[in-house]
């Protein structure tokens, strides 16, 4: 029994009112907490830590195998797409973990949008395990790629790739993901040497890519020179090509295997009445800082930071040594067939003083850009580039190329589907 002011209260009276106000206080707590959730969000500027992905939720004595099952049956239109962004969560920390359940949401037969040059399947790749392995950082949970949230964000915007092949691919990744969701007369492509879009007629969506392997212009543009000695990139001009990206919503960039052609790069800049003789040949990395700065010029002087978000997809690795994973006598990445297991393993294919370069220059930026840093869990996918199932110069990998891989295996670009579906899954968390 309670007493107050000499009155006696029943025990079960007086614990129910303490009950009710400890109920009272817990609601407005939360409340107090959502709206603060909900009205503060924050991404790094670090090339390699950014917080995209919600905390693990604490499974308990849940299995792992019903922890799967419970995520892969969640209806996409029931997600909800407010993504924690916390400080210790970083994307890149983490392993690849093969799932056996995991089904691509296209196929190289099923998307009509991927070059042949990207469609190992098609091209007779004889296993697809590459296809059934997904990134799983350490500290965060990587929500799946939804076509219908995707094309949701889109409503009503542009999203614009611009770069080189490898940003080609990771556009005609996006396309394809959501490609299947849109009814065929709800949707259109058009393709161009320079410029591609495809359209999302019912969310007024459009999703571009346009060519730009140095993002600075050069002379190898259109068309290709296949010499790189008698490349010349213009580092202080981008004034034709930026009239395309202007007025976009999203701008996914990327410029670095390009410039790694083991020579000085030959520069120009500035107005020379000799024309290209003018041209300068300069160490890779100085040549690199002046095209970035050109491109960060152009972002902070133009592009309106309340209606344009700008992103930056890093360094793309190759595997074209095979020693750099302890196979001295073995053929680049052909043949592999699983993931590097070793942690932070980082071949010759990637450059870290290419991405101080890129980290430097976005420092110094007064706008804002959001690295995509796909660049430590793709070093790991060694299995999945499209090695000699692919084409060169028009024309399908011959028999006798195939059995010859030290020579023709592709191991800068990378199978569709396959890896880069997992970049667009970072950007679709971003978004």
Partial sequence: MASYRGTKVPLSAFILVLCGLLFFLLLYTERISLISSSSSSSSSSSIFKF????????TGSISK??????????????????FEFDEECDVTVGKWVYNRSIEPLYTDESCPYIDRQF????????ETDYLRWEWRPDDCTLPRFSPELALNKLRGKTLLFAGDSLQRSQWESFV????????EGQKSMKRGKRHSVFRAKEYNASIEFYWAPFIVESNTDQPVIADPKKRIVKVDSLEERSKR?????????NTYVWWMSGLKVKALWG?????????????????????????????????DPNKTRVFFTTMSPTHTRSADWGKPNGTKCYNETEP?????????GSNKAMMGVVSGVVKRMKSHVTFLNITQLSEYRIDAHASVYTETGGKILTAEERADPMRHADCIHWCLPGLPDTWNQILLAHL
């Fill in 51 to 58: 917080k995209t992905c919600a905390r693990k939720r604490s």
């Fill in 65 to 82: 195998e019903k922890l799967e099952d419970e995520e892969t049956t969640v209806d996409p239109e029931l997600v909800d797409d407010r």
């Fill in 119 to 126: 469609s190992c399947v098609k091209n007779g790749r004889p």
């Fill in 176 to 183: 394809c993901l959501v490609n299947s969701v849109i009814p």
């Fill in 245 to 253: 990206w202007e007025g976009a919503d999203i701008l996914v960039f």
């Fill in 271 to 303: 107005s020379f009445p000799n024309g290209e003789e003018g041209a300068e040949a300069l160490d890779t990395p100085v040549a690199y800082r002046l095209g970035l700065k050109t491109w960060a010029n152009w972002v902070d002087s133009t592009v």
């Fill in 340 to 348: 590097i297991r070793k942690r932070r393993f980082w071949g010759s």
